[in-house]
């Protein structure tokens, strides 16, 4: 018998991201204190090291050109201009700016070594990422490091100052003056230290009030100036986010004629056959209705076999569309249904809960991919127990079939894994297989809740996908 064992944890539907509070209000800057410092603390040696090193190599490079070896040695400078780039990004990061997204580095492992080696010639985000590294960062780390250490200074004056001159900072030996110039001096100094305790406290505390401002104004400098030399172009995204809707597009396109193929051909091998079946025993009933009584009555009653076999079939069939129980009581009770009419126990384990609100175009397509790897799971794994788990987080319902069968599961062209797939990525959602031979098999579907990219797949294939088994 069929099990199916659904918990009973809360529903938690995906839901906006909470908004992010002003990263300039006070309390944020004060936050952000910390790895402000462990950011702008060592960037002028950093980026002075950087520098030097990038204009040695290029300077180098410069002298042997007339040589070969002086553009390998200039591709190299710019190779390590792109590595110094990519850790300066990973700096910014930890620092609490925007995260930079980085190019996307173009390689040809199929090309000449020679062609590797000087590609980067060719590419203009390699001698921008040289002219940050030995150019602009140094003047920009100068800058805040100046301005950084008369404010870190002011803030130590306002400390140590006052405590100066109340423990009488005087009281240290300085050679070359007489006991009468000490007493002079002395009694000046008396007489401004109030002004100067004054003049040092009020600096030092607006010093130290401005300082996450001035810290986080710096960094927000640092990685303003980066963007445009180390991050990716607008319209490099751009072309990114047009290809990756195009793919999505032709997936579900690749998907929607897969899965009318297979239904044309499941309903021509299966009900079309026992129709034309039952057409010819109803005809052979009525020629011999008169003649032969009882067999005409045999005939009658395999035509109703028949009948019955082709609704079965049908109704099979009909599975590959959404059901009545799936748009009336929503996925959970749906998946619930198929889990119990699985021929292998299936157990469910689902966060979705009765009520849950989904997407229709998520929720059809979950029970799709649900009911695809059940069945293929019973048809070709020799397993003995299937879970599905069901899960809605972080904007996406990720579903999850695994069974504790042999294994082998493969994606071949025009069967029913490479279906699923081109229905997850016209959803703009991904497919993940993992099963070794010898099992077991666990396959996972991520399916956006927002921003669905992409219409809707008809069922995909449910031809075996599995590799032959002795």
Known sequence: MTTASPTSAPATPASTAPAVPDSWSYGAVWRRVPRALGYLVPTFLIAIAVSAILTSLVSGAASLLVFVVGIFVLSLTLLLSRYAGAFEIARLRFSGEAPITPPEWQSDPTAVWWKRWLRPLANGRYWLALLHGAVIAPIIATVSFVVLTVWLSLTVVAIAVPIALATRGLQFSVEGYTTADWVVAEGRLESLAPAIAVTAIVLGVVALLTLPYVL?????????????????FSNEQLERQVSSLFTSRQAAVAA??????????????GPQQRLIRLQMDLAAAERRIAENPEEARGLVADARRQAQDALDELRNLSRGFAPPLLLDRGLFAALESLASRSSIPVALESQLGATANLPDEVARNAYFVASELIANAAKHSQATRITLAVVAEDGALTITVSDDGTGGAIERTGHGLEGLRDRTHGLGGELAIDSPDGGPTVVRATLPLVGVSGASAPAADRTADREPRA
């Open 216 to 232: 986080r104004g710096f960094t927000w400098l640092h990685a303003a100036i980066a963007r445009p030399f180390l991050g990716r």
């Open 256 to 269: 929607e004629g897969s899965a009318l193929r297979r239904i044309e051909r499941d309903i021509h091998d």
